[in-house]
């Protein structure tokens, strides 16, 4: 049964879904598997109870010993019904990685005492936490990213200092490049023209 988890909802009788969980069967293990993420009015087609948190009850039997299963709407680990499941418990998705990049500083400028500005929070806020990298496309202006020019008619340098994988490193990028610059496990010490 397919239903609204509130006791006094109008809807407390719910969707039967026992046809749809049949057809769902795995014929090789004898069980249903719902992915992490799935949503229940996507399974079923229909929502039973708008605008109220729901649960799928399952009543089933495994050579004669009853089982009950209750899973919320929307399945936040992956989940199995049936035969092994009272058997195994279900491996729990792998956890993200920590994040590997760490901008210590950033300072744009050309290095001379009061001609450089500290960027650092502006390069933090562009780290990619899925692949831990930090990219700095070629079209890029520091200039206008980073709040104006800090030294008029001089060459500028990004200099970045960031801990990769618990290594830490320092990469110079000029204001005015050629290729995307990125900052990876790949970039290390970096020397640009």
């Known amino acids: 049964m397919y239903t609204s988890v509130g006791v006094l909802s109008e809807y407390k009788d719910g969707l039967d879904v026992k046809d749809i969980l ?18 229940f009015n996507d399974v079923f087609g229909k929502d039973p109870a708008p605008f109220h948190p729901k649960i799928l009850k399952v009543k089933y039997t495994v050579g004669g010993v009853p089982y009950e299963e209750s899973i919320l709407e929307v399945v936040t680990k992956p989940r199995v019904i049936g035969k092994i499941a009272a058997k195994i418990e279900v ?8 994040i590997k990049l760490r901008v210590n ?5 050309a290095g001379s005492e009061g001609h450089e500005c500290d960027v650092t929070e502006f ?7 899925e692949t831990d990298c930090i990219t700095f496309p ?28 618990g290594v830490d490193r320092n990469v ?22």
């Open 123 to 129: 390069v933090k806020s562009m780290i990619d936490e």
């Open 91 to 98: 491996a729990e998705p792998p956890k993200p990685p920590e």
């Open 138 to 165: 070629k079209t890029m202006k520091f200039n206008e990213c980073f709040g104006g020019d800090p030294a008029m008619f001089q060459t500028k340098t990004l200099s970045v200092d960031y801990t990769l994988n």
């Open 22 to 39: 049949t057809k769902m069967i795995d014929p090789d293990t004898n069980t249903i598997t719902f992915k992490q993420g799935q949503r």
């Open 172 to 193: 110079k990028i000029p204001e005015l490049r050629k290729e995307d610059v990125l900052i990876t496990d790949e970039c290390g010490e970096r020397r640009f023209q």
């Open 105 to 109: 500083k950033a300072v744009y400028g």
